[in-house]
Each structure stands twice: as structure tokens, then as C-alpha cells.
């Protein structure tokens, strides 16, 4: 049965963990209630820095910061678009002011990304 995924990489001060995993429950809940088949919120446990590539520098990761990498999982691409057409317009969402968010949007990396292998 191929799946289909929403990936996130984001840079969240170490400071504001716990704010961000309030922030992500939260949010978690939401999908979930508009059918999304999984939703998992990662920190940064053995991330190291690249010679090239890695996590930390996909978003510029600063000294103060620490990375978080997160799915959502759907049955298919057209049930993603149903799910996130209904979480967005939920004012549980709505109502969250950008200005606040507990990390930095602006360098979130995300994607939708449709499955080749399972087990």
C-alpha cells in the first residue's frame, strides 16, 4: 500500500522546546482528528554537521539551536489535500499567530513525498 508523506525539518532554539512540543501536540491532535494516519515530532538526538550536507545545515542551525524533523502520514496524496484543506481551515490553526511560533518558519524545510518502499 503506497502512502503518502508531509516530511519537516525545522531549527527551534533549545529554548523553546517544550513550547514547540506543546505547540505540536497540539497540532498533532488536529490532524489526526481529520484522518491523518500518523503524526511523529523527532528532536535532535545523534545530528552532527556535514562536510557537505546534513540536518543542521539545511537550517542553518545556530549555536542555541537544535533540530526537529517531522511526518505526517495519509493514504494518498488526494487524502493529504482532503486532511490539510480541513486542518487548515480549522480555527484551532487559524488562530496560531506566525510572530509566535516557537522556531523559526522561515528556514522550515517540508515536502510531500509519495512511497517506494514499505514494509
Known sequence: MARYVDGFIVAIPTANVEA?????????????EYGAIEYVECIADDVKPGKLTSF?????????????????VYKSR?????????VMADPRITAMDPKTMPFDAKRMIFGGFKSIVEF
Open 20 to 32: 514547540y512540543r506543546k505547540l505540536a501536540r497540539k497540532a498533532g491532535k488536529v490532524w489526526m
Open 56 to 72: 543542521p545545515q539545511s537550517v542553518k542551525l545556530k549555536s542555541d539551536e537544535t533540530v526537529a524533523f517531522s511526518w505526517i
Open 78 to 86: 488526494k487524502h493529504r489535500d482532503t486532511v490539510n484543506a480541513k
